[in-house]
């Protein structure tokens, strides 16, 4: 079944070309059935990237999914063609009456930057209050993750140096949630980060359960106890090449940075990456979608709270 878009966002032709199931707001309109209503926050300043690779991990499930964008008022990206997010992207005060089954706060390149001295922080965190009351269960993405858990719990990240880049193995901790539905006990995902939060900050909250963690890249994934938060520092979204352009953008800069570790075959930068991580990475957004989402949200979508 399809994920549900615009009609003419760029993500569309890319998707049907790789034999990906969108289905345009026209289309829908046929169809009696409720889409499940899904607001991403679109922090990164490559919107268009990430708007494909999401649209891509939220396509491959037996439900319709109606996909909204969301841009901050109070910071406008400099990386986008400003007419792009006049056409798709919403500002808070144009949805802040609705109710949405799931969203998605994705990250941002703010890894030493203090939460207090972000732009758009007084708006995020509105952003995140309303989420308690209007939004069924959310999604935080890597930076999304630190704001999150540092908002709603009090949770501090703190420095990770060197930067922590490549791909890396993973540990199931709860084999039983259906998050890991399909899943092996280890399973691999990108990391991209200078910025960590310990187990024992997760642990000493009553309110929050560690769902994966990995011996090099430390607490990957966890939730709020109630299921209508879930944390993730991985990037199972990243296309096969994305930690190869920031290391070509690194590289480019004079940053001398290392090869993203267990990423080229044989660390060699010259050769192409081999991708590990796609199989979890769509079951991962499936999951979320299917078993946190759809399964649980009630029919009648003004009913959240």
């Given at each position: 079944?399809p994920v549900?878009?615009?009609?003419a966002?760029?993500?569309?032709?890319?998707?049907e070309?790789?034999?990906i199931?969108?289905?345009?707001?026209?289309?829908a309109?046929?169809?009696?059935?409720?889409?499940?209503?899904v607001?991403?926050?679109?922090?990164?300043?490559?919107k268009?990237?990430?708007e494909?690779?999401l649209?891509?991990k939220l396509s491959?499930?037996p439900?319709?999914?109606?996909?909204e964008?969301?841009?901050?008022?109070s910071y406008t990206?400099?990386?986008?063609d400003?007419?792009?997010l006049q056409?798709?992207y919403?500002?808070f005060?144009?949805?802040k009456d609705r109710k949405?089954?799931?969203?998605?706060?994705t990250g941002?390149p703010?890894d030493f930057?203090?939460?207090?001295?972000?732009d758009?922080?007084d708006?995020?965190?509105?952003?995140m209050?309303?989420?308690?009351?209007h939004v069924?269960?959310?999604f935080?993405?890597c930076?999304?993750?630190?704001a999150?858990?540092?908002?709603h719990?009090g949770?501090?990240?703190?420095?990770?140096?060197?930067?922590?880049?490549?791909?890396y193995?993973?540990?199931?901790?709860k084999k039983?949630?259906?998050?890991?539905?399909g899943f092996?006990?280890?399973?691999?995902?990108?990391?991209?980060?200078?910025?960590?939060?310990?187990e024992e900050?997760?642990?000493a909250?009553?309110?929050?359960?560690?769902?994966?963690?990995s011996?090099?890249?430390g607490?990957?994934?966890?939730?709020?106890?109630?299921s209508?938060h879930?944390?993730?520092m991985?990037?199972?979204?990243?296309?096969?090449d994305?930690l190869l352009?920031e290391?070509k953008r690194?590289?480019?800069?004079g940053?001398?940075p290392?090869?993203?570790?267990?990423?080229?075959?044989?660390?060699d930068?010259?050769?192409?990456?081999?991708?590990?991580?796609r199989?979890?990475?769509?079951?991962?957004f499936s999951?979320?979608?299917n078993?946190?989402?759809?399964?649980?949200?009630?029919?009648?979508?003004?009913?959240?709270?």
């Amino acid at each position: 079944m399809p994920v549900k878009i615009p009609d003419a966002l760029p993500a569309k032709e890319i998707l049907e070309n790789e034999n990906i199931f969108v289905m345009t707001e026209f289309r829908a309109m046929h169809q009696d059935i409720r889409p499940l209503n899904v607001l991403i926050l679109n922090l990164m300043p490559t919107k268009e990237v990430t708007e494909t690779q999401l649209l891509r991990k939220l396509s491959n499930t037996p439900l319709q999914v109606q996909v909204e964008f969301l841009q901050t008022a109070s910071y406008t990206s400099t990386h986008v063609d400003p007419s792009h997010l006049q056409a798709f992207y919403k500002t808070f005060d144009e949805v802040k009456d609705r109710k949405f089954d799931g969203m998605i706060i994705t990250g941002a390149p703010l890894d030493f930057i203090d939460y207090t001295e972000v732009d758009y922080w007084d708006e995020l965190c509105k952003i995140m209050e309303w989420t308690k009351t209007h939004v069924h269960c959310t999604f935080h993405l890597c930076w999304g993750a630190y704001a999150g858990l540092f908002y709603h719990y009090g949770i501090r990240k703190r420095d990770r140096l060197p930067k922590l880049s490549g791909i890396y193995s993973h540990e199931v901790r709860k084999k039983s949630s259906p998050l890991f539905r399909g899943f092996d006990d280890v399973f691999y995902a990108p990391h991209s980060r200078a910025t960590e939060v310990t187990e024992e900050q997760i642990l000493a909250d009553p309110r929050l359960e560690i769902m994966a963690t990995s011996p090099e890249a430390g607490v990957a994934i966890c939730k709020s106890t109630d299921s209508r938060h879930f944390f993730v520092m991985c990037h199972a979204e990243y296309d096969w090449d994305t930690l190869l352009l920031e290391y070509k953008r690194d590289v480019a800069k004079g940053m001398n940075p290392l090869p993203p570790k267990n990423y080229f075959p044989d660390d060699d930068p010259t050769k192409t990456p081999i991708v590990t991580w796609r199989s979890a990475g769509q079951l991962l957004f499936s999951n979320w979608l299917n078993f946190y989402v759809y399964q649980t949200t009630p029919y009648d979508i003004s009913t959240i709270e």
